[in-house]
């Protein structure tokens, strides 16, 4: 595969992926362009971006001042002050809600129906029809995907994440990204690794973090 910029990871994408929307949303901001909304083609909705867009994900039930929230809020100020977007799970509760309340009106929560009233106030709301487009969309559709430390739901979107990067191997055309993970699952991909359950090449192009500050230095600058 050909050396590739670190800023490609900015360029203009489009991604489908099965589902259905009931309610889209766009967001601008200086340096990123986002858009969650239906398809064409039935049973499809489409994700489109340009810029610094950042997938956010980690626990719902952790309080604001937990350690992992407080990182997850100070790498949404930096994306802001970047002039990017934030995406999240959007619920008002843990990660998601601490760094919608730092990106306000610059974040994008995907839900599902049956979150609606557990919905955060700050930012723009994407409903899907159900948890599986969700995942899709938090886990490789952006340029960055970030996991921090989290229960079943981030569990997924890890896996899933781990095998939509490991996929470009496969589909050089497919937008390069960059996939951070908490230390918070080396044990656990450890483990699994050992087990014979995940190869170890699958994760070998994920990036580790102990911090925001260890994910910040790895932000390719937008321009």
């Not at 919608?100 to 994407?126: D, N, R, W, Y």
């Not at 960059?178 to 690794?193: Q, R």
């Not at 014979?196 to 910040?216: C, H, Y």
């Amino acid at each position: 595969m050909a050396n590739l910029n670190p800023t490609d990871i900015y360029i203009k994408k489009k991604r489908r992926s099965v589902g259905e929307m009931i309610k889209p949303a766009e967001i601008k901001n200086t340096n990123a362009w986002l858009s969650i909304h239906g398809s064409s083609k039935e049973f499809l909705l489409t994700y489109e971006s340009e810029g610094l867009v950042v997938s956010i994900n980690g626990s719902g039930a952790l309080k604001l001042d937990h350690t992992q929230c407080q990182e997850a809020a100070r790498l949404a100020e930096y994306i802001m002050k970047q002039g990017g977007i934030v995406m999240s799970g959007g619920r008002k509760s843990g990660i998601m809600e601490a760094v919608s309340q730092v990106a306000k009106e610059k974040s994008m929560g995907v839900i599902f129906p049956e979150l609606e009233k557990e919905q955060t106030k700050h930012g723009k709301i994407v409903i899907t029809n159900a948890p599986t487009p969700r995942i899709e969309i938090l886990a490789t559709a952006a340029p960055i995907i970030v996991i921090f430390r989290g229960g079943i739901g981030s569990l997924m979107m890890l896996m899933r994440a781990i095998t939509h990067h490991n996929n470009r191997k496969f589909h050089p055309k497919q937008p390069p990204q960059k996939v951070f993970v908490s230390n918070y699952w080396v044990g656990l991909l450890t483990s699994m690794i050992n087990m014979g359950a995940l190869p170890k090449e699958f994760v070998q192009d994920l990036q580790v973090f102990a911090s925001a500050e260890d994910i910040i230095k790895k932000i390719p600058p937008v321009k």
